[in-house]
């Protein structure tokens, strides 16, 4: 296992981070993504720390808490070798308040999910998506409080757009508040729309990408074809995340040679991609099972070659938007490394 710095925190992750939204849902709508209980979440937590990952994220939505307590469970004895992250804004009850990231809220939630997780701090709280219904800099200042209070160790935000995270970030800069570190976000050959806004946000501000849902819901596993689709599979039950599926179908097509060449998986070759991607810090895989887990674990070890990497870009490349097209139809003198010396003739 590799590991790559947490933005400017001083703090390596692993460069594959556990997902726990497999974990737990029994009887609710987290069944079709997971339903896992207590053995089989010890078995894949056990066996990913084994395996060199130090990083798994979970949220406080996650079968409604279950996946934190059954994570808790599965790191007894185990926490202080782990860089644990979990999430706030989902519902959580029915009452008005219980949704959200409103000063109360975020307080309850923060608690709820420290007793859930059997531990006095998290490493990486963040915020799970915008709430408009909320001040941003009321949410900084909470999430300001907790990192004081030493309940949170770090924080980050999850599925903002760039203008949202360059507001927060300027807030927090402007009043002296604790910043956000990194954003998940939705990353794949088959969705690679942060490209556009994101990646060039946090590149510019130095933060780290959290990717989710690498295979696109588990499109580019290559278990799903032009004929069909595997019955037991999540996206047989829960069509997500959205993506143009003629063009993941033409995607898989340039996957399933080169993980031929590499005697890999069709998903493993997707994550090494992702890998190979400088914005990536982290990549967070998902299982169900053990056999799902051990064939992520190996694409750490596949490397693709130059060659490989641009059959992939050009298969999965995004169009063009304005303004992108204005300024690559005109000269780029402008640019890093293309400074000219001008004599000014008297």
């Not at 909470?142 to 807030?171: E, F, H, T």
């Not at 693709?304 to 995004?318: F, G, K, P, T, Y």
Request: some cysteine.
């Amino acid at each position: 296992m590799k590991y790559r710095l947490l933005a400017d925190t001083g703090v390596f992750v692993s460069e594959l981070c556990l997902g726990a939204m497999t974990f737990g849902g029994r009887g609710q709508f987290w069944e079709v993504i997971g339903g896992l209980e207590q053995s089989a979440v010890d078995a894949l937590v056990h066996r990913a720390l084994d395996a060199g990952i130090n990083f798994i994220d979970t949220a406080n939505v996650y079968s409604t808490g279950e996946s934190e307590t059954l994570l808790g469970t599965a790191l007894a004895g185990r926490r202080q070798s782990v860089v644990l992250a979990t999430k706030v804004r989902g519902r959580m009850a029915p009452g008005p308040n219980d949704v959200g990231l409103s000063r109360l809220h975020i307080m309850q939630s923060v608690d709820a999910s420290l007793t859930r997780l059997g531990t006095d701090y998290i490493d990486l709280f963040q915020i799970h998506r915008p709430d408009a219904l909320t001040n941003i800099e009321d949410t900084l200042r909470a999430l300001d409080d907790l990192v004081r209070s030493g309940k949170v160790r770090y924080i980050g935000c999850s599925n903002l757009p760039a203008w949202q995270m360059m507001k927060a970030l300027g807030l927090s800069r402007a009043q002296g508040l604790e910043r956000f570190r990194c954003t998940q976000s939705f990353y794949s050959l088959a969705g690679r729309d942060l490209e556009r806004e994101i990646i060039p946000c946090i590149r510019d501000q130095n933060l780290g990408l959290l990717v989710w849902s690498p295979l696109a819901g588990g499109f580019l596993s290559g278990k799903f074809t032009r004929d069909g689709v595997d019955a037991a599979g999540r996206r047989a039950s829960f069509d997500f995340p959205p993506i143009d599926k003629e063009r993941a179908f033409a995607i898989v097509d340039v996957l399933r040679p080169i993980a031929q060449a590499h005697d890999a998986s069709v998903s493993q070759i997707a994550l090494a991609w992702l890998l190979a991607q400088p914005a990536t810090t982290s990549v967070i895989i998902g299982a169900r099972r053990l056999e799902q887990l051990e064939d992520n674990l190996k694409s750490v070890d596949v490397v693709l070659s130059a060659d490989e990497l641009a059959r992939l870009d050009e298969v999965s490349r995004l169009s063009t938007e304005y303004p992108e097209w204005m300024s690559s139809a005109l000269p780029s003198d402008r640019l890093p490394g293309q400074e000219r010396r001008f004599d000014v003739k008297k």
